[in-house]
């Protein structure tokens, strides 16, 4: 059955925790002041380029996506030249990330799909001049390809539009600070993050919320030793303050 998108599929649904815009907004600029806003893109490429980028970087550090991608554009003169390799070439160029062997036959699922779907033409270009909601619904009917993946298109790449990726520190932080109802899982957590934003904020100002709250989540708010006593949004998380007020003694030892 093909995917579709959350945000489509909850459309008129009560969204719970959408009147916690104040709380974002007060997070949002204490993370702001803590870690620099306007935060800066990091790359600058196109929204195909973009997708296979968010496809190899699924549970994968930084670096060995990179890595990844800079192998396919340097082993492959273009997208078509990928789509039409050996499994096993597209395979061994990707080792670099998690799955490759998952990765190479979905990667060329996605390009020829995308071919299928434009007549051919492997670009997803056209999506810059669509609304956002209906480009990440059509993205989303592609294999693999869900609401964060979405996102990261229609945000990171060229289109520099408006859409909230979800990467696994930003739901971290989220559902600690209670932004999110307890046990929600990442998926349906994109349309609720994304309608807590104020309506007026341009597409930098979403930017920025993924990017500071995912650097908190990687710098204080980790996974496993969250530093919370050194946390500028400890007054707004009841997890940190339980968690402080569970330490023995005065001198806490949770950083
Ligand atoms: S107080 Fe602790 S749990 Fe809450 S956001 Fe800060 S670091 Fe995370």
Redesign the pocket.
Known sequence: MRQQSLLAETAGLPIPGADNTTRVVEVHERLCREYGCPARYFHDIDPLSELISSMLSHRTRNQDSAHAFRQLRERFPDWAAVRDASVADVQDAISACTWPEQKAPRLQSVLRDIATRCNGELSLEFLRDWPVEQARQWLERLPGVGPKTSAAVISFSTIRGKALPVDSHHFR?AA??GLIPAGMAVGPSHRILEAQLPAEWDAQQVYDNHQVIMK?GKK??THQQ???SA?V??DL?D???E?IGAAAGPENTLD
């Open positions: 932080v600690r600070i908190h204080i708010c969250p530093r919370c946390c949004v400890l998380c997890y940190g303050q968690r």
